[in-house]
């Protein structure tokens, strides 16, 4: 099998893009990548392989945390809640567990799986259920697609583990982790059912690891070579540039758990008259000028800083900051009907239906593959 | 604020600035260089503006002085003491050790062990593990061996109660009876990797702290002064100097603070932009209420990511000293002539044009030989005055809370480089006594109380856990050294944690008040 076997630069640049593909959310990667390069530095490896390399009955395991990340930057993990997740898991379905992957791949979530796998030298795959952050655990292309709800598993750092071996709906499921979580303090590793190779290669949204990688790669160069980091992201990913200005309001408050708000951009240089406002729910949802909606989730609404390209969270929003906003296209496998139900505008509150916008990505595997066997 | 003589001092890396004060009035101001044993600058500094006023040192009441003495010591790795690391944690944290994202060989000047041992809170206040006293005593039994001299304690979710810190420190006084013991609820704020790598740094600068204390008491004595002695820490207020002498990591961010309140005390204004423009860099942040906006995320600390609140303050390459660069693309800076300004600009006899010349040649001020700058183009003069002033009104912008104009002062020697009015403010101002705004700012500096702490509201009111939080806000200020009956409530701020039920929430306080005298 071909794999790719990660070094802690890799690291530097997954944990810049995948806070891009956080849309705002998703939790700082900060440290997730410590975690990680952690891993690496105890001699340990994470080896990431592509869905493609998946035997069809290979047994893959979704990992990661949930909780708040205000209690997660305190109560940090104990680096074993997902192997306790993993074992639980292997007993409960009489077998060996073939390889992580990661839910959620915007923010740290993106990370975490690796961790897992070093310790126990199992390969990440290079794919994952939203190709950007979402919110909640029904979001995901597996839910959408037919993962079972159960058994799901849930770990803490005290050695606590919940199973749920019975689900009415992934709605159900989210709350019950949720539950479950807050009575763990907080913080917790959350692995959904187990699936097949052949469920991940169809319904995993692919390369979503090395694309990470290579937007992080994207902007670093760009940094070193001074050019635009904002145009180069585009570039590699076929986006487009909404608006480049400064934000001059802020709207934020909380709501049920969400952090909920609107942002507003004022157009610079050859953007200037133009007025951008962006809706949030822990991610930017919704972008719109004098009321057209120019871009709209499940597509990826990302807004980085325009001199250094780093991507700027919906807390770090401030009036001032000079950004740029972009949108990539989501994946095809979240603009489908079916999955438009859960992650279109819809499942948002909102009346209206998803207009996509450009030609759905499709991430490259990174060149890393091809050179290590 | 009584009416007796104070004494303000800020240590720069170029300059020692001192003020003296009676009340609100400012006697005499003076600028000397900072020597290499920061203590002789400071006596020299203070010995002068006591003679430019013909102030006899027994009429001073107090003297502030602000330094980056410690923070140079974490930058040159000089004088840290090796420190011994307790993690309260139980089980929880292990994926990240200790100084897991210290620079190696900072890591390898301070480390002197980490012991994870059983301990440690949720953010509801139930207990992770029970404190295990015999893994602490064992530690400790290493730690007095190897002759560790300081120890950091952090448990995880200190802030949400610190019952354990404190009992671990007990063990620990008993087990090594002369270390000094640093305790994260102490230092900085939720976030228990940056917290724990304060209070490390805290620790291993303990001893520095106290032989510097030692060296301005010493020098105290030589110019029979008998006053107290503060220090100014981070946010621009004060502490005395035993606090500071167990705290000193609290006085890194003190220089650009200091300016901004000195700023806010020469015009009266307490919402405004404060630029501060010295040799090598300009510095803006903003006053709002009269202290500095913190800045969100926490400060790098000679690598080190910490979480203590510094100011938001802006600082690139414009300065008295910048090189002016002419040709297709007309630059300033960032890199400057630096303290040789007065024999490499052009006005001084040099061959180097800076932005003093500039300024000089504009008449925007009179110094050194202005017949030298005959030949610059006036073009050129334009130019340059201009692009300072857009490059400062482009970081004015940034660091406004909105788009209405608000009022910029100007302080620092280098601010005699902008001209005029800045583009988004409503009026810009640059007070008497501008070039000692920093001084000004530390014989003016009150005393504050913060705390930053998650609370649960399980049987009890949000009110109580406000009240409770301010309470021990004002219970440190006291500490601190601020009359009790002054304390006032500065900032409020209250947050509800995302993705938690609506049982917990993020109290931040600040309370501030005048110096116990």
Request: aromatic share 4%.
């Amino acid at each position: 099998m071909t794999f790719w076997n990660l070094k802690e630069t890799d690291i530097d640049r997954i944990a810049l893009g995948v806070g891009i593909l956080g849309t705002g959310g998703g939790g700082n990667p900060y440290l997730a990548s410590l975690m990680a390069k952690a891993q690496l530095l105890q001699g340990r490896e994470i080896k990431m392989v592509r869905p493609a390399d998946l035997a069809p009955d290979a047994m893959v395991l979704a990992l990661g945390g949930i909780g708040a990340p205000t209690v997660g930057i305190e109560k940090i993990e104990e680096g074993d809640e997902g192997v306790r997740v993993l074992h639980a898991m292997e007993r409960l379905i009489g077998r060996r567990i073939d390889a992580v992957m990661a839910d959620e791949i915007g923010g740290g979530n993106g990370i975490a799986p690796m961790i897992t796998a070093a310790k126990l030298g199992l390969p990440v795959v290079d794919a994952d259920g939203m190709g950007r952050a979402f919110p909640e655990v029904q979001m995901t292309t597996f839910f959408i697609n037919g993962q079972s709800t159960a058994p799901t598993a849930l770990a803490d750092a005290s050695g606590n583990v919940v199973i749920v071996s019975q689900a009415t709906s992934p709605e159900m499921l989210e709350k019950l982790m949720r539950a479950g979580t807050v009575a763990m303090g907080c913080t917790a590793h959350m692995g959904t059912a187990p699936m097949s190779g052949d469920f991940v290669r169809r319904f995993g949204v692919p390369h979503t690891v090395s694309q990470s990688w290579r937007l992080g790669d994207t902007v670093l160069n760009a940094r070193a070579k001074k050019t635009n980091p904002v145009a180069a992201v585009l570039e590699q990913e076929g986006g487009a540039l909404l608006l480049q200005g400064k934000v001059v309001d802020i709207g934020r408050k909380i709501e049920g758990g969400f952090v909920r708000g609107r942002l507003t951009v004022a157009g610079l240089g050859t953007f200037s008259g133009r007025l951008l406002e962006v809706d949030i729910q822990n991610e930017y949802l919704v972008a719109r000028e004098e009321g057209k909606i120019l871009s709209m989730v499940p597509d990826l609404i990302c807004i980085m800083d325009s001199e250094t390209g780093r991507p700027v969270s919906t807390e770090e929003q401030r009036y001032g900051l000079r950004v740029s906003v972009i949108a990539i296209p989501s994946p095809s496998l979240l603009r489908t009907e079916l999955a438009l139900a859960s992650v279109g505008p819809r499942a948002f509150g909102y009346d209206f239906d998803f207009v996509p916008r450009g030609q759905p990505t499709v991430a490259r595997p990174v060149e890393a593959y091809g050179l290590q066997k | 604020m009584t009416k007796q003589l104070r004494i303000g001092v800020d240590v720069g890396g170029t300059n020692t600035d001192a003020a003296l004060l009676q009340g609100e009035e400012v006697l005499s101001t003076i600028k000397t260089a900072t020597t290499a044993n920061v203590t002789d600058g400071v006596s020299s500094a203070i010995r002068a503006v006591l003679l430019a006023a013909s102030v006899a040192s027994d009429r001073v009441g107090a003297v502030m002085i602000g330094t980056t003495h410690f923070l140079n010591a974490l930058v040159e790795r000089r004088h840290l003491q090796r420190t011994g690391i307790l993690r309260l944690c139980g089980p929880a944290t292990r994926a990240l050790p200790p100084m897991i994202d210290w620079p190696e060989d900072l890591r390898l000047v301070v480390d002197g062990g980490a012991a994870l041992v059983g301990g440690g809170v949720n953010y509801d206040g139930s207990s992770i593990a029970p404190l295990d006293t015999d893994a602490i005593r064992l530690a400790c039994r290493d730690w007095r061996e190897r002759g560790i001299g300081a120890i950091a304690i952090c448990s995880v979710f200190a802030l949400v109660d610190p019952r354990m810190e404190i009992a671990a420190a007990e063990i620990v006084a008993e087990e090594v009876p002369d270390v000094s013991v640093s305790l994260s609820h102490r230092i900085g704020k939720t976030g228990l990797l940056q917290r724990e790598s304060a209070t490390i740094l805290n620790a291993s600068l303990h001893r520095i702290g106290h032989e510097t204390v030692a060296a301005f008491r010493h020098a105290f004595g030589e110019l029979g002064l008998s006053c107290p002695l503060y220090l100014t820490q981070n946010d621009g207020t004060l502490m005395s100097a035993e606090y500071a002498e167990r705290f000193p990591v609290f006085t890194m961010a003190s220089g650009p603070t200091n300016s901004m309140r000195g700023a806010a005390f020469l015009t009266g204004l307490k919402d405004a932009v404060v630029i501060d423009i010295g040799g090598t860099t300009t510095d803006i942040g903003m006053l709002v209420s009269g202290f500095p906006r913190s800045r969100g995320e926490g400060a790098t600390v000679a690598g080190v990511r910490t979480n203590f609140r510094v100011p938001d303050v802006f600082s690139f390459g414009l300065g008295g000293g910048s090189r002016v660069r002419d040709g297709d693309d007309l630059r300033i800076g960032p890199d400057s002539v630096g303290f040789r300004l007065p024999e490499k600009a052009l006005c001084f006899g040099g061959d180097e044009l800076t932005a003093t010349d500039i300024a000089v040649a504009a008449g925007l001020v009179d110094l050194g030989d202005k017949t030298r700058l005959k030949h610059l183009d006036r073009a050129v003069v334009k130019a340059a005055l201009n692009k300072m002033k857009r490059d400062v009104e482009a970081v004015v912008d940034q660091m406004k809370p909105g788009p209405d104009p608000i009022p910029a002062i100007l302080v620092g020697g280098g601010s005699v480089l902008i001209d005029g009015f800045l583009e988004g403010t409503s009026v810009s101002l640059r007070p008497e006594h501008f070039g000692s705004a920093n001084a000004i700012g530390a014989a003016i500096a009150q005393v504050s109380g913060e705390v930053d702490n998650i609370v649960s509201l399980e049987g009890q009111s949000r009110q109580s856990a406000v009240e409770g939080v301010i309470a021990e806000a004002r219970r440190r200020a006291v500490e601190a050294g601020a009359a009790e009956d002054t304390v006032v409530l500065a900032e409020i701020d209250e947050t509800p944690l995302s993705y938690l039920p609506g049982n917990a929430m993020r109290i931040a306080a600040k309370v501030v008040g005048d110096l116990n005298s």
